[in-house]
């Protein structure tokens, strides 16, 4: 067998560069490998293929702007006809009134240009001193540098030296109010932003509370902290709303998205900017307002194809309230497995769920997870491990009842396979 020359992400390449899963095709919600076996993506890829796979809409509007126009500066003045559509489109199904996009390559992309214009704005208006990050526990919000200080998942930020890369970070419970008010006052007039997911996604998919938001927007509004509401996971529907921020009113000043934006067929990201943000930079005349900030491929004109080809089918095909009609499906599914081998809680937020390993399993065997989900490979499902404790469960929007079903079966298969070569058993 050949040695892969392709370096994975997030990989053990001395296991992994004789062992890819090599995937060459897909069909809705399941894909395909190599050797012609089928999967359910049971993860939609990596949270991002909500349409599903094989939409030749996408392709061929992407196809037919590519040679048309592949694609042009969006810095100065310059810019192109599909950004600007993609522009309008985006900012009218925007949850903050009044919004105006910047548009990046992915989700870190935008959470760096959510941070840089937080600061920028402070320092603008006045408060050059408001330079702090709020984030939190089990966060994820990207690899870039600011991304990786943000998260709270502290295996992430092993290895580096032992130092943040940015170091104007604060990390608060996930949950914890009371905590993040204790920090707002403490460092009152230090801080910039504060950062959240509406569901946490990749620390486990963990929900918020009823009123978490609710009072973390006040907070916020209280302290003249600058409300990011990290959306890459749960905008474009994930939640059975078309945003998180309308599910768990939250009232942010900024959202980050990415990954359902297209669905994956081009990358693209970007934040919606709300009018307080925008307003010294667009409005008000304030000598030397400038955001010197942008990438190569903002408004991507490929890419703008594809985000509004994509969004065509989302509204076509009404998969927002679709979400909606299947998380109670996925719950009951999900929640069978609470009675497998080495369960401990299942998590379900919209079409997304954790089924979640007992602690005292992982700590027998921390690679229990991993293990699960190479079994349900051969049961036909494909996921990957959340935070070390869970498997991951996203799929695309278009998943059906019985696949559902299959999934959740084929998961459990490889629960109990697992377990009967256990050395706990
Ligand atoms: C909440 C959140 N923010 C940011 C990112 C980073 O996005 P990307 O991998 O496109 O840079 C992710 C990726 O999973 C994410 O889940």
Known sequence: MTTSRFWHGFAD?????????????GDGATITDTNGKTYIDATAALWFCNVGYGRKEISDAVAEQLTRLHGYSS????????????????TSLSPIPNAVV?????????????????????????????????????????????????????????GYGGEPFVNEVVRVPALDVEATAKLFEQRRDEIA??????????????????????DISALCRQYDVLLVADEVITGFGRTGRMWGTQRYDIKPDMITFAKGVTS????????????????PFWDEPIAGAVFRHGYT??????????????????????????V?????????????????????????????????IKPAILE???ATVEKVVAASLHHGVASRVLRGHAVHISPPFVITEQQIDAMVDGIGNALEDVAAVGAWN
């Not at 990749?202 to 609710?214: C, H, K």
């Not at 994956?264 to 307003?279: D, K």
């Open 13 to 25: 390449m001395h296991v992994v560069k004789d062992r890819e899963v090599v995937i060459a095709s």
């Open 75 to 90: 810095f100065g003045a310059y810019t192109t006809d599909a950004t600007l559509r993609a522009a309008e489109r985006l």
């Open 102 to 158: 910047f548009l990046a390559s992915g989700g870190s992309d935008a959470i760096d240009t959510a941070g840089k214009l937080a600061r920028r704005y402070w320092d603008v208006v006045g408060k050059p001193n408001k330079t702090l990050m709020v984030s939190r526990e089990h966060a994820y919000h990207g690899m870039h540098a600011l991304g990786t200080s943000l998260g709270g998942m502290p295996i992430m930020q092993a």
């Open 193 to 214: 932003l504060f950062v959240g997911e509406p569901v946490i996604g990749a620390g486990g998919v963990i929900p918020p509370t009823e009123t978490y938001w609710r």
């Open 264 to 279: 994956g067929y081009m990358p693209l990201g970007g934040v919606l900017v709300g009018e307080r943000v925008r307003a």
């Open 297 to 322: 491929y903002s408004g991507h004109s490929g890419a703008a194809a594809a985000a509004i080809a994509n969004l065509d089918i989302i509204e076509r095909e009404r998969l927002v309230e679709r």
């Open 324 to 356: 909606a009609t299947l998380e109670p499906i996925l719950d009951t599914a999900v929640r069978r497995l609470q009675g497998a081998p080495m369960v401990g809680e299942t998590r379900t937020v919209g079409l997304t769920a954790a089924v979640a």
């Open 364 to 366: 027998k065997d921390p």
